[in-house]
C-alpha cells in the first residue's frame, strides 16, 4: 500500500498570498496518478487536479499541480477569500487507493 | 450532468450490518466508468472501501474486504454498499462517487455524502 504524506499540516496565509502544499509517496506513484481535492466544512471533496497536473473541469487556472516519482506540489497562486480549506492528495497508481492526511489552509 | 444521492439509516448498532445505496442521476451507469465508495470519520481523512462497474466487477480495499460487498442495479441505476460486523470505528461519513479514468481512478463526482453512526 502507497502511503501518501502531506506537509505542512496547517498553512496560515493570507489572501493574495501563494501557497505550496507537498504530497510525498512512499513508492513511486505510477504514470503519476495523483489527483488533489479541496474539501469544505460540511462538504464532499471537489476534485481539483488529476494525472499530477491537469486541472479538472471548471477549476481555476490558480491551481496547478505539478511532482512525478515521489514528490507531488498542488500550488495556489493569489489565494482568494474562497480558497481556505483542507487539501487531500490521493493516488491512484496502485490498489489499494489512498489518500493523504490533508493540509489545512486557514486564514492568517 | 451526473449526480449522486446516498441513502440509508443513520444509525447502526455495534456488530449490525451497514446498508447505503447511492442513486445516480442525469446519466447512465453503463459505460466505462467505475464507481466507489469513501468514507470519513469525525474530523478525519478519507479512506477509499472499494469501487464497481455496471457489470458487477468489483475491486474493495483489502482492510475491509471481509466485511464489504458492493452491488449494482442497473435497473434502478444506483449501486449499493454493505459492511458487516460493524463497530464504533465504522462511524464516519458514507461518500459515493464516480471515477474519472478507468478502474482504480480518481473521482470525479461525488455525492454529498450520509452520515452513518455505529452506537447501541
Known amino acids: 500500500e502507497i502511503v501518501l504524506t502531506q506537509s505542512p499540516g496547517t498553512l496560515s496565509l493570507s489572501p493574495g498570498e501563494r501557497a505550496t502544499l507537498s504530497c510525498r509517496a512512499s513508492?513511486?506513484?505510477?504514470?503519476?496518478?495523483i489527483a488533489w481535492y479541496q474539501q469544505k466544512p460540511g462538504q464532499a471533496p471537489r476534485l481539483l487536479i488529476y494525472?499530477?497536473?491537469s486541472r479538472a473541469t471548471g477549476i481555476p487556472d490558480r491551481f496547478s499541480g505539478s511532482g512525478s516519482g515521489t514528490d507531488f506540489t498542488l500550488t495556489i497562486n493569489r489565494l482568494e477569500p474562497e480558497d481556505f480549506a483542507v487539501f487531500y492528495c490521493q493516488q491512484y497508481g496502485s490498489s489499494p487507493l489512498t489518500f493523504g492526511g490533508g493540509t489545512k489552509v486557514e486564514i492568517k | 450532468q451526473v449526480q449522486l444521492q446516498e441513502s440509508g439509516p443513520g444509525l447502526v448498532k455495534p456488530s449490525g450490518t451497514l446498508s447505503l445505496t447511492c442513486a445516480v442521476s442525469g446519466g447512465s451507469m453503463r459505460g466505462s466508468n467505475w464507481w466507489s465508495w469513501v468514507r470519513q470519520p469525525p474530523g478525519k481523512g478519507l479512506e477509499w472501501i472499494g469501487e464497481?462497474?455496471?457489470?458487477?466487477?468489483?475491486n474493495y480495499n483489502p482492510s475491509l474486504k471481509s466485511r464489504v460487498t458492493i452491488s449494482v442495479d442497473e435497473s434502478k441505476n444506483q449501486f449499493s454498499l454493505r459492511l458487516t460486523s460493524v463497530a464504533a470505528a465504522d462511524t464516519a461519513v458514507y461518500y459515493c462517487?464516480?471515477?474519472?479514468?478507468?478502474?482504480?481512478?480518481?473521482?470525479?463526482?461525488w455525492g454529498q455524502g450520509a452520515p452513518v453512526t455505529v452506537a447501541s
Open positions: 513508492q513511486s506513484v505510477a504514470k503519476s496518478y
Open positions: 494525472g499530477a497536473s
Open positions: 462517487a464516480r471515477e474519472g479514468g478507468s478502474q482504480l481512478g480518481y473521482f470525479e463526482t
Open positions: 464497481i462497474l455496471h457489470s458487477g466487477k468489483t
